[in-house]
């Protein structure tokens, strides 16, 4: 008992002798530290989407497998190893949408711009003007205590050319009277999204995708669902007025907020506006001189 208890403490000595540890260099760590966010972006990807349950389903077959080959179950083992293609196919048709809204979302990220912003295609303004989130603030709110519902896409970098095609051209500068007459009841242009680029507002009645996300309340309506569905395809900013409850939410990066007061939504519109201050307008002013002396 002595001779095999030496062994294993030889075993366990060799395995966590540091001898035995590969020498590590920077880009060990870098690896390392990439992998990590990786994993744990994956991570939290799966766990915002349906796909959670459906990876615990897998989870559940593979300790079954493992269960089965060390208990030398052969039968299960055969039928587990040949049905390994198929499955990986099947894992691939389950989860398409998901894979799909995932490679949309890595497509829509502009990494370098995020880091070097050399010019400013908006101008000194910004996205929009300092009157259009007056006007659309003003606009959602008198909505609301009219109790008229109301479905407004700000648009940001993402083309919606598809969504637009949907809906009637408008193509007029942005004014809450305007957008009260749109989703005033029985009007030809009430049912259905107003989309805006920059000060105008280019299409009305357009219809939105809805969103499948099962964490929303059961209590929302069509219009909550296709707000939140247009934000989790596009990088757009959305403003849903409740016909029933008269309440004002948003809804971007696929999240919705209920009953947000007009400091919230002015604020996060600022955000959204992306206006530039002082010392980048010097700098794209330099940029421009820079260019026209070449």
């Known amino acids: 008992m ?25 880009t060990d760590y870098v690896e390392i530290i990439i992998i990590a966010f990786l994993i744990y972006e994956v991570m939290v990807w799966i766990k915002n989407t349906k796909a959670w349950s459906l990876l615990r389903g897998i989870i559940v077959i593979v300790l079954f497998t493992l269960f089965a080959y060390i208990f030398q179950m052969n039968t299960i083992v055969w039928i587990v190893r040949n049905a390994l293609n198929v499955a990986i196919m099947a894992v691939i048709v389950i989860f398409q949408p998901e894979l799909r809204k995932a490679l949309d979302i890595l497509g829509r990220k502009n990494i370098i711009a995020s880091f070097v ?33 109301a479905l407004i896409v700000i648009a940001k970098e993402d083309p919606l050319i598809e969504y637009e095609r949907t809906g009637i051209p408008v193509d007029a500068i942005v004014s809450n009277q305007l957008l009260i007459n749109i989703f005033e009841h029985n009007t030809p242009l009430h049912d259905g999204a107003v989309i805006i680029k920059g000060d105008r507002v280019t299409s009305a009645t357009c219809y939105l995708p809805l969103s499948d996300n099962m964490d929303l309340s059961k209590e929302l309506g069509t219009r909550h669902r296709a707000g939140v569905g247009i934000s989790e395809v596009t990088d757009t900013f959305t403003i849903i007025v409740s016909e029933e409850t008269g309440y004002v939410s948003v809804a971007y990066g696929g999240e919705l907020y209920r009953n947000v007061d007009s400091d919230y939504l002015r604020e996060r519109m600022e955000m959204l506006q992306n206006k530039p201050n002082e010392d980048s307008r010097k700098f794209r002013l330099w940029h421009q001189k820079g260019r026209a002396g070449k």
Do not use: C, H, W
């Not at 002595?2 to 030889?10: E, S």
């Open 2 to 26: 002595t001779t095999g208890l030496n062994a294993i403490i030889d075993a366990i000595r060799k395995y966590i002798s540091f001898d035995a540890v590969p020498r590590m260099v920077i």
């Open 117 to 149: 912003q050399l010019n400013s295609p908006q101008g000194s303004k910004g996205r929009f003007s300092d009157r259009t989130i007056s006007e659309i603030i003003k606009a959602s709110y008198e909505m609301g205590r009219a109790r008229t519902g």
